[in-house]
């Protein structure tokens, strides 16, 4: 496996790939990896025929200063996973070889940044698209792996790569869950057994909504779905959406759209955010 740290030294390795007809699979990831991310990694060696792995903990994507500082950094156990995935490439770069001081970025994302993920934290997907046309830049994938654990990320990130003409194909690969059915997060190692146990309660809203989807209108699924998280122990709902799966707009009833529901809450100090596709 080889470990590259400039975009200098991955784009003269990744260029010589190409020039002998190899694909490239990009897997961008903020590393502390679990087997979501590894799912990626397999998803992409079934489509790429060199797999690149990037580890960065992106700061113009966070909203919270601490939250940046505490993120967790298991560099060396991250090599070692990718290492034992067959990952063929692992790009580690340093906060300043990503960013010069004085850099300023905007896109106009539409509604997309204005609801769920974007309202409650403002310009995280600025820093989000700000990186990872970064990364394409510098790794120019064939395909491009994220999970549906972060959909309206995917979104965001379609809405960019058609805005801005980058040739790439994005693949949006399934959510891995831990046995209880609480979404693998990197995060996830900051709960408690007991809040981890409290956590499930997210995937099980989710579940209510898909199985009683169709038995009421959506406005009372909404309703019932929320009542019955805020009266979950240890959980504090942040929202609970069912939206139209490409615009994430609000759904009349019978509308021939899919249709996704997405839920965000805290337990403890951990934001946990989920989603399941309904229709
Ligand atoms: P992160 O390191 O959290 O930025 O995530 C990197 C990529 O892994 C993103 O595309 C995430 O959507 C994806 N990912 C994170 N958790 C999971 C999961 N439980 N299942 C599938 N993909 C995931």
């Known amino acids: 496996m080889e470990i590259f740290y400039t975009r200098e030294e991955i784009g003269e390795y990744l260029k010589k790939m190409r020039d002998v007809g190899r694909t490239i699979g990009l897997v961008p990831t903020m590393g502390a990896l679990h087997n979501g991310h590894i799912s990626l990694i397999n998803a992409a060696k079934k489509k790429s ?9 992106n700061p113009t994507q966070f909203t919270d200063q601490k939250d940046l500082d505490n993120y967790p950094r298991p560099q060396e156990e991250d090599v070692r996973k990718l290492e034992e995935a067959e990952c063929d490439v692992v790009f580690l770069p340093a906060v300043e070889e990503m960013y010069a001081k004085e850099e300023s970025w905007h896109i106009d994302l539409g509604k997309l940044d204005q609801v769920m993920e974007g309202s409650v934290r403002p310009g995280h997907y600025q820093g989000v698209t700000q990186i990872v046309k970064k990364l394409l830049d510098t790794v120019m994938p064939d395909f491009a792996f994220f999970g549906q654990k972060d959909y309206q990320q995917f979104m965001i990130i379609s809405w960019m790569v058609k805005k801005l003409n980058i040739p790439v194909k994005l693949v949006l690969c399934p959510i ?6 609480l979404a693998m997060s990197s995060r996830n190692v900051y709960l408690s057994d007991a809040e981890k146990a409290e956590a499930t309660a997210v995937y099980k809203a989710l579940l209510q909504a898909k199985n009683e989807f169709g038995l009421f209108s959506l406005s009372e699924l909404k309703e019932r779905v929320t009542r019955a998280l805020r009266s979950r122990p240890g959980i504090e709902p942040e929202y609970f959406e069912v939206v139209n799966a490409e ?26 955010i989920d989603n399941m596709i309904l229709k």
């Open 49 to 57: 025929d060199i797999v690149v792995c990037s580890i960065f903990v």
């Open 176 to 181: 891995v869950r831990e046995p209880g059915g």
């Open 247 to 272: 615009t994430l707009e609000p759904v009349a009833d019978n509308d021939p759209a899919n249709i996704i529901a997405l839920a965000a809450a805290k337990v403890g100090k951990i934001r946990i």
